[in-house]
């Protein structure tokens, strides 16, 4: 999947107004390791949904990416510390791909007006779970943070 496929598709899909957010596959759970990336990007993924709620009738078409891992530098760059780092548990928690297949997946996602592009699949039964069991998605994540805090 190129990205040169992406730029025809993006033009056709240009209707009305489109605010396309950018945050992780982590803006709809908890990050490991740090709570303010957690609470922002929950409150930012809030604010979306309200701008849909409230303009989506008027033209505006509110999408959100989130993806789990994408390879970029921010995601591999460390702390310096030899602490975790946000892309330590990126990597832990699944597969990265490639900003040309992620650039692929965004442009099918604004030509269907879709608001939450979850390129890596895993992310949807994610939430899913979290919604439906709570207590097993704590479970799991107080698991993952084990594994990648080394606790």
């Known amino acids: 999947m190129g990205c040169s496929s992406s730029a025809p598709r993006l033009a056709r899909a240009r209707r009305g107004l489109l605010l396309l957010n950018r945050f992780s596959g982590r803006a709809a759970f908890a990050q490991i390791g740090s709570a303010t990336y957690s609470v922002s990007k929950h409150a ?5 949904e309200w701008m849909s709620i409230t303009y989506g ?7 959100c990416l989130c993806p ?27 597969a990265v791909l490639e900003p040309a297949d992620v650039a692929d997946i965004v ?14 699949p895993e992310v949807a039964g994610y939430l899913a779970l979290k919604a439906t069991e709570p207590e097993r ?11 990648v805090m080394g606790a």
Do not use: Y
């Open 44 to 48: 930012a993924v809030a604010f979306a």
């Open 57 to 63: 009738d008027k033209g505006l078409r509110v999408s």
């Open 68 to 94: 789990q891992g994408v390879n970029t530098n921010m995601l591999n760059a460390s702390d310096g510390l030899g602490n975790a780092s946000g892309g330590d548990v990126v990597r832990a928690s699944g």
């Open 107 to 120: 442009a099918d996602a604004i030509e269907r007006e879709q608001f939450l592009i979850l390129p890596h």
């Open 137 to 147: 998605w704590l479970g799991g994540m107080r698991k993952l943070q084990r594994r």
